[in-house]
């Protein structure tokens, strides 16, 4: 079956901009979360959705990244007035639910974000 | 606090040869999964394997195995027969239940296969 696809695989953006960035998941999952591999801090965990439950938001580096997932299925990550530092390639992951026996979380692609 | 740690250098190793990737952790759950992943230079991550904290034997799956040492916290990879496709980064995580079962994970062991 598909895998968890993301867009756009690659982003150039000015500093200043906003972006947008994609997921959806396999289907069938639950859960869903975003997570941000830099250079310099590795792996970070970013946010977590679990079907209509209010997601965890604890791993957002600031007010100016949010998430949203729309009918349980497709997520978006925003970045709002970026900055050089958020420069990293963001990854989305999908589970079952946490508690079913099946939460290894599989991975996208990736999106490559570059801010000039 | 590291909850992961991931310490070996880059390593090289010989095609069809078997190697050990080192990881240790940090919990104070007593319920914890653990998690290897594959990082190839395209940069998907890849499910490689999984060990519950309450399993009584040590997964494996095809050429990987994790040798699961509950009481020291360490959760080794071994790949047996490298091969030359398996030259990657490696990454150990864990999921923690009262973490939402996020990963926290390791900053990875590069490992390259040579002919």
């Known amino acids: 079956g598909a895998g968890v696809s993301q867009s756009p695989s690659n982003k150039v953006t000015e500093k200043g901009k906003d972006v947008e960035l994609r997921c959806d998941p396999i289907?069938?999952?639950?859960?869903l979360y975003w997570y941000r591999q830099s250079l310099g801090q590795g792996l970070e965990f970013l946010i977590y959705?679990?079907?209509?439950?209010?997601?965890?938001k604890s791993g957002l580096p600031s007010d100016r990244f949010s998430a949203e997932r729309t009918g349980g299925s497709v997520s978006t990550l925003t970045i709002q007035r970026t900055q050089q530092e958020d420069s990293a390639v963001y990854l989305c992951?999908?589970?079952?639910?946490?508690?079913?026996?099946?939460?290894?979380?599989?991975f996208g692609p990736g999106t490559r974000l570059l801010v000039l | 606090a590291q909850k992961i740690t991931q310490t070996q250098p880059g390593m090289f190793v010989q095609e069809k040869e078997a190697v050990t990737l080192d990881c240790t952790y940090d919990?104070?759950?007593?319920?914890?999964?653990l998690f290897w992943y594959k990082q190839p230079s395209s940069g998907e991550m890849i499910f490689l394997i999984y060990q519950g904290s309450y399993d009584q034997q040590n997964a494996t799956e095809g050429r990987y195995s994790l040798n699961f040492q509950k009481a020291r916290k360490s959760a080794n990879l071994v790949i047996s027969a490298s091969q030359l496709g398996d030259s990657a980064m490696y990454f150990c995580a864990m999921r923690e239940p009262e973490g939402n079962n996020r990963l926290a994970f390791g900053k990875g062991n590069q490992v390259v296969v040579i002919p």
């Open positions: 992951a999908s589970s079952l639910a946490p508690g079913s026996g099946g939460e290894t979380q599989y």
């Open positions: 289907s069938g999952h639950t859960a």
């Open positions: 919990t104070s759950d007593p319920s914890y999964g």
């Open positions: 959705f679990q079907g209509n439950s209010a997601p965890d």
